[in-house]
C-alpha cells in the first residue's frame, strides 16, 4: 500500500512536468468549432456562483433587455451572484451586440455534486491544477481559462489546459483569485459557453513549518502597574502558516512564582492577522480587573502552542513610581503665571503700535463728506532744488500739459514728489487739497489750526524724507495726526517715503517725538521711486488712488487768456 503511494506521487510531477514541456502548447484548443458573429453570445451559468460580464472592444454596460425603468444593468468586468431573476438578453447602448444569460439551478445539473470543493488550494513553488467545474457535464470543443477578465494565456508563464483542467507548472504567491472557466459547446446551432468560477488560494505549505514565536512582552522586564486600577495582559504571537489554522494562545496566573500551581486568565479578547504570506499574527489580552499588593507576588506567562511545538515568556509586575506631585502642582502654576506676565509685558511695550495697526488697516468708521472740509491734508517739506523747480510748475501755476487728456505727459516730467503729488491730486483728480503754506497763517493759533484742518481731512498724506523728519513743524504735523487717528477712526493716514530717505531717517538731527518713532514701523506707507512713478497707470499712482477717499470730483478747464473754462464731472470708484 505505502509503495503505491510512492508510485502515485513519483508519477503525478512527470505528467505534469509533459503537459509543460512546451509553454502554452494547449491554448488554441479554446474553441475549434464554428464560429458565428461576435455580434451575439450565449452564457450558461449556475445560479448561486459568481460571474464576471465580459468584455469587449470600447464596451462599457450591458443592459437587460425588455425591463421598465432600465432594468437590470451591469458594468464590464463586474462581478456579482447570479440569480434566476438575471437570466435574458443584455444589449449595450449601441445596440450592435447582444448577449444571452441562461440561468441553470445547480441541483439540476446533470453532473451535479453536493461535494464539490468550493476553494482549490495550490502549493506554492510546485506544479499545480485547477479543475474545471462540470466540464464532463458536456460535450465540450474546447475550453478557455480567464483570471479576473483577463485571459490566462495572456499572462506569460508556463502553464496549459489539459482534459478541460489548467496546469501550472509553477505556482506563485500571485496566483490566488477567482478563474472562471469556460467551456464552449454547440446547441441547435448556437455557439454557447458555460461559465463556473473557481476560488484559487496559494499556500506556502500544508504544515506549520516550526513553533510559534512570541514577540510580546518581553521576559526580560517587569510591567509596571498602579495599584487599585486595571492593567492589560498583551501577548503578540507569530504563528507559521498551516491550512487549518487554530491559534492556541492562553496567559497563566503563577502562585509565588510556582509554574506546576497557576490558573488560567479570562480572555479579554484576540485577534489573528496574516501579515506575511506564510505568517500569522495573533494578538491575546487578559486583564487583571484591579491591581493589588497580591498581584505583585505573582509571575505571568504567556503561552502559544501548535502541532510543531510551543513557545512561552514569563513576566513579573511592579508597581509604578508616582512622579513628585506637589512639584508639578508648583511648577505648573508658576509657569502660566511668568507666561501670562510675560505676554502682559509684550503687550504693554507694542500696544501702540497695536493699536494703529488695527485703526489704520482694519478699523474703518463711517465717513460724513458734509463734514470734511477737505478730502486730503498734504505734508511735506521743500527743498532748496525743491524751490526752484516750485517756481517754475507749483501747484498754483498753470501749464496745458494739465489737462486730464495730457495726465501721462503731466506724470512722466521729472518732478520731485513735493511738485508733482500736489498737481496730481489737485489739478488732474480734483480733490479739495490743504497745504499748509498755501492754507495756513502762522500765528498764536498756528498750531490749532492745524490740528482743526486734520481732524476736518478725510486723509492725512505725509511725504516723509531725511528733511522731513528733521523739520520739527513737519514733525508736529505728524505727531498730530497720530494722536487725531488714534482719537478718530474716520482719519487715515499715508507715509510716501522718497528715495532721499538715508540713516538720517531713523536717527535724524534732532530726537523724534516717542509715538512718532513707533508709528513710523507700522503706518501705511507707499515707496516713492522714479522708476515706478513717472508713468501715469505706474504701481506708485494706482496704489494710491485706492487709498484715497471715494467721491464725485469737479475737474475745471481754468480760462486764462483766450483759453475757456469747462467744467466737467465724473465719479472715482
Sequence with gaps: MQTGYVLLFWLFPVFLKGCCVKRNQHYKTAFSGPRKAMTQQHYRLVEGEMFLMPCFKNMVTWYKIGEENGGFHFDCGREFLIEAKHSGNYTLLTGKMFLLLQVLDKRRLPCYKAEEVDVVMLLAGAGGKIPCPGFNSTISTGVTWYKGNRSVSTKHRDS?????????????????????????????????????????????????????????????????????????????VHFPFEVNFSPQVKWYKNYRDNLDNRIL?????????????????????????????????????????????????????????????????IGYPIASLLLVAGLGVVLRVKWLELQLIYISRFQRGKVDADEKEFDVFLSYVWTPHEETLSSLSGPESHDSSLEPSNSEHVIGHMRPPEVLIPLVLENLWGYRLCLLERDMLPGEAYTNDVVRAIRRSQILICVVSAEYLSNSNAVFVLESGIKVLLQSSTLKILLIRTSRTSTRFLQPDSPLPSVVQRALKVLPSLDWNLAHTKRANGKFWRSLRKVLPKHTVVTSHIHYGQYTTITETKSWE
Design 265 to 329: 486568565l479570562n480572555t479579554e479578547s484576540q485577534e489573528t492577522e496574516r501579515v506575511k504570506f506564510d505568517e500569522f499574527m495573533v494578538t491575546h489580552i487578559a486583564i487583571i480587573q484591579e491591581v493589588t499588593e497580591l498581584h505583585l507576588n505573582h509571575t505571568y506567562t504567556c503561552m502559544a502552542t501548535n502541532p510543531v511545538g510551543n513557545s512561552s515568556v514569563t513576566l513579573k509586575l511592579k508597581r509604578k513610581i508616582k512622579e513628585n506631585c506637589p512639584t508639578l502642582l
Design 160 to 236: 496549459c489546459v489539459k482534459n478541460g483542467h489548467l496546469h501550472l507548472c509553477t505556482v506563485y504567491q500571485y496566483d490566488s483569485g477567482r478563474y472562471f472557466c469556460d467551456s464552449h459547446f454547440i446547441e441547435q446551432e448556437a455557439e454557447w459557453t458555460f461559465r463556473r468560477p473557481v476560488n484559487v488560494t496559494s499556500i506556502p505549505s500544508k504544515e506549520a513549518r516550526g513553533p510559534p514565536r512570541i514577540t510580546l512582552p518581553d521576559d526580560s522586564t517587569a510591567q509596571e502597574v498602579e495599584l487599585g486600577k486595571s492593567h492589560s495582559l498583551r501577548c503578540v
